[in-house]
């Protein structure tokens, strides 16, 4: 894989997660991605990296499983012949609803996929980067995590739990020229807000001081900053992406 830096990020297929990918290899660091579903989809992720002339792979695993986690960052290891500089944790889902109505399962799928997923695969780059002593670490977390949401009391829950981990984590890291922060995306033009209604979209946009939603580029930038040298002396912080959002 030559003498690039590599980048392993969760849920690469689609929405940001693409388009952190795309942005990383534009930086010229080699791209290693999961998909749990939606092989076509990651194909193309991997072809949109391979442009920028670094080496990309697609890897099947669901982070919600621990053993699987294991199973993904030891292949990506393979892959890249011991490196892994940056890890984004961005896989995530949604299952709405009010939680008079919210199933058991609906509340532990997310927890399962938003939080667990995060601590697993931090977990297992936490070893290497030690060992390293260097390491770039940015969790997706959300606007909702931070402000809450009516409706959502499960995504919520697990994104304020990133929120948490991420803070806990950089100071377990830092001796280690760790750096470990997290990005919180308000309203962005993905898959997962397009089944929305107008008049919901309408709403929220409203909220929103730039009068706008954002784009999955506007967290791909983010994310390569955090991932830059140009950032080595913060940690441990959340940065919102919102267009103002949760001011």
Known sequence: MENRKTAVVTGGSRGIGR?????????GMNIIFNYNSGEEAAQETVALCRDHGVDAYA????VSDSAACAGFVAEALKLSGGRMEVLVNNAGITRDGLIMRMSDEDFEKVIDVNLKGCFYMSREAARIMMKQRYGKIINISSVVGVMG???QTNYAASKAGVIGLTKSLAKELASRKINVNAIAPGMIETDMTSVLSAAVKEKMTEAIPFKAAGKAE???NAVAFLASEESCYITGQVLCVDGGMVI
């Open 59 to 62: 890897v099947h695993a669901d």
């Open 218 to 220: 506007d967290i791909a």
């Open 149 to 151: 949401n009516a409706g």
């Open 19 to 27: 388009a952190i990918c795309v942005r990383l290899a534009k930086m």
